[in-house]
């Protein structure tokens, strides 16, 4: 735990206290084109498992601890929302996808477990 926040932690909206829901990506699931790394994780027959088949799965300090390790880090909103959804300026300029689209592609790969 970096005891400041850093600027990985400001990419990914990291602040000294928060709530965050985070699930494991399955290595042997499909994912969208954009979503999909060339190495994934080569889990043990133990650890992968324990996915059931499923597309995700809770994280687990050990499953954090190999290369390609895919996870989806979700904040809990606390107030007005609605600014979660806005595209900001630097994103923009930098030609990323805007928020709302975004989620619209996370929509279609999470599944309810």
Known sequence: ????????????????K????????NPEAPGPSYATIQN??????DIQEQFRGRRWMPVTPATLDYEGAQFLLIGEGLGDVKKAVEPVAK????GKEKPEEELE?????????
Not at 8 to 14: A, D, P, S, T
Not at 18 to 25: R, T
Not at 91 to 94: A, G, I, Q, T, V
Not at 105 to 113: G, S, T, Y
């Open 1 to 16: 735990m970096p005891s400041e926040i850093g600027e990985i932690q400001e990419e990914f909206g990291l602040f000294e």
């Open 18 to 25: 928060g709530s965050y829901n985070i699930s494991l990506k």
């Open 105 to 113: 592609k996370l929509e279609e790969e999470v599944c309810v477990i």
């Open 91 to 94: 994103d923009e300029k930098h």
């Open 40 to 45: 994934p994780a080569n889990y043990p027959k």
